[in-house]
């Protein structure tokens, strides 16, 4: 009985500790997006659009990117997200490397500002900024 009850003790512990290690699901709405081919030199016009991201999809937190064109763009967390602060105007960040489908490394910026929103840094130069 003592071997049983150690057994389940022991189990109990090992599934809170794997909850506790799970990040949170979420999800955020961005209603238009911006684009850079210049690393953010020049800007083309603002576009309206729908575009959904859903974070940490899974155990690795990964990333899904529903288009407002129905695509769905699959992102794989290769690092830990770092905090990040922009001294002018005294935004705060989140920032992490992702592999997309062609295995281009991203650059992920997620502001903590909702409406300033989030930026895609291609390798190529192109800059995706989705906000509100």
Partial sequence: MKILSFFFIFMMQITLSAQSNQQTKFRRDFNYFIISSDNGVTWENPQQGN?????????????HLYTNSGKIMKFVQTMQVKEGYI?????????????????????MQLFNNYNL??????????VIQFYN
């Fill in 117 to 126: 929103g989030l930026k895609l840094i291609h390798p190529s130069g192109y």
């Fill in 87 to 107: 001294q002018k105007g005294g935004h705060s960040y989140q920032i992490s490397i992702l592999l997309d489908d062609e295995g281009n490394e991203i650059i």
């Fill in 51 to 63: 575009n959904v991201f859903i974070f940490n999809v899974n155990e690795r937190g990964d990333i």
